[in-house]
């Protein structure tokens, strides 16, 4: 079995949809992010294998061969598309590390993309012609006539059985907002940033993070889902669009490219829950993980991303996996940086791309988790390693 490697993660800002990527197509947003990781990595683009993206909300159709054939690939690289919700870009990850632990690719591209700005409109079609059409915003996350309770709805089910209220919600929700903007200030995010061309402008920084946020604020915020619930805007995750992608190759590549850094892929999993509580699914894909490896898959000073979608289905997961909920996105993470669908697990894996780097310790773990739309998790493990250097 070939080693998978982590050489290079890219992401564009992420920002508020309809707002400056409102004219910026998804595989615009992707094709930028993959050209960059051609332009950084200098390895030749014929030598890709192949490409995977996660996508969610649309524009359907196999956005990850649209997005390819806008980069600088050549056509003659084949691409595959991933909807697994907001585990999208994880899973289109974990994908491409199982085809070169395979043996049947060296280079691999893999990520994420959303366009909620620029995503095509839902519309039913209806057995009578007299019946006028009805827009949808979402397709059904479990088969007719189960419960489909939309993820606000489920999230307040979060809080409600697992006891969350909502002065703990709010806190978590400051403190995500807290170190983002101190992040951003540090310059933390420079690196792994690609810039968005737009007719406005370049865009070069993400642009959720609220520097004006309190406590008081927070408090203020009415409950945005069920009437006398916790759930608020304030601390649920804003709708965003953007895109980001890794290169992954085998360790013979990794030798002849002489990256000094990389994340090793270590293992993956999946795992269900109950989709009334759909945000808890990240617990058993955490618990399939450790299982998968033989041990907890974490250590003292592992990285941990996990995607904020609610600050309660965060905290009731990381309470379940007994996860100190301060261990996790040192940075920030989705309540304030945002939350493009397809493209967050790939975020979260260049998150911790970045983070282990800077801190480049040989064997120090980083993971990330996902909980998805219908009750579905992943849950993804890498180990920092120093890549060997050829001496020519």
């Known amino acids: 079995m070939n080693d998978a490697y982590l050489v290079l993660a890219l992401r564009t800002p992420v920002v508020r949809a309809g707002k400056e990527f409102s004219r910026v197509g998804a595989e615009k947003l992707l094709g930028l992010v993959i050209d960059e990781l051609l332009e950084r990595s200098q390895i030749d683009p014929a030598r890709i294998d192949h490409v995977f993206a996660g996508n969610a909300a649309g524009p359907g159709g196999n956005i990850a061969r649209v997005a390819a054939l806008s980069s600088r690939l050549p056509n003659s690289i084949g691409a595959t598309s991933i909807d697994a919700q907001c585990a999208s870009g994880l899973e289109a990850i974990a994908s491409a590390a199982r085809m070169i632990r395979s043996g049947e690719a060296?280079?691999?591209?893999?990520?994420?993309?959303?366009?909620?700005?620029?995503?095509?409109?839902?519309?039913?079609?209806?057995?009578?012609?007299?019946?006028?059409?009805?827009?949808?915003?979402?397709?059904?996350?479990?088969?007719?006539?189960?419960?489909?309770?939309?993820?606000?709805?489920?999230?307040?089910?979060?809080?409600?059985?697992?006891?969350?209220?909502?002065?703990?919600?709010?806190?978590?929700?400051?403190?995500?907002?807290?170190?983002?903007?101190?992040?951003?200030?540090?310059?933390?995010?420079?690196?792994?940033?690609?810039?968005?061309?737009?007719?406005?402008?370049?865009?070069?920084?993400?642009?959720?993070?609220?520097?004006?946020?309190?406590?008081?604020?927070?408090?203020?915020?009415?409950?945005?889902?069920?009437?006398?619930?916790?759930?608020?805007?304030?601390?649920?995750?804003?709708?965003?669009?953007?895109?980001?992608?890794?290169?992954?190759?085998?360790g013979q590549l990794l030798e002849e490219l002489e990256i000094g850094f990389a994340l090793k892929y270590v293992a993956s999993a999946s795992g269900g829950c109950d989709p009334e509580v759909l945000g808890l699914a990240a617990v058993p894909a955490f618990e399939r993980l450790a299982r998968t490896m033989g041990a907890s898959p974490l250590q003292e000073d592992s990285f941990i991303e996990f995607n904020e979608a609610f600050a309660v289905q965060a905290l009731a997961c990381l309470d379940q996996l007994g996860i100190d909920e301060r261990r996790v996105n040192q940075q920030g993470g989705a309540l304030a940086l945002g939350h493009p669908y397809g493209a967050s697990g790939a975020i979260l894996t260049t998150r911790l791309f970045w983070q282990a780097r800077a801190a480049s310790r040989t064997g120090q773990r980083s993971i990330a988790l996902m909980a998805a739309a219908g009750g579905t998790g992943s849950a993804v493990a890498f180990e920092s390693v120093v890549a060997p250097r050829t001496t020519g």
């Not at 827009?135 to 809080?159: H, Q, W």
């Not at 945005?224 to 601390?235: I, K, L, M, Q, R």
């Open 106 to 250: 060296h280079a691999v591209i893999a990520g994420g993309v959303e366009s909620v700005s620029t995503a095509p409109w839902r519309m039913e079609k209806q057995t009578d012609p007299m019946i006028q059409p009805r827009l949808y915003s979402r397709a059904r996350f479990t088969p007719a006539p189960d419960p489909d309770p939309d993820m606000g709805v489920a999230a307040e089910n979060i809080a409600q059985r697992c006891g969350i209220d909502r002065a703990r919600q709010d806190a978590f929700a400051l403190r995500s907002h807290q170190r983002a903007l101190q992040a951003l200030a540090q310059g933390a995010f420079d690196a792994e940033i690609v810039a968005v061309p737009t007719s406005a402008g370049l865009v070069v920084n993400d642009t959720c993070p609220r520097s004006n946020l309190t406590m008081k604020k927070l408090q203020a915020l009415k409950p945005a889902f069920v009437e006398g619930g916790s759930v608020s805007a304030g601390n649920s995750c804003p709708i965003n669009d953007g895109a980001s992608a890794v290169l992954l190759v085998s």
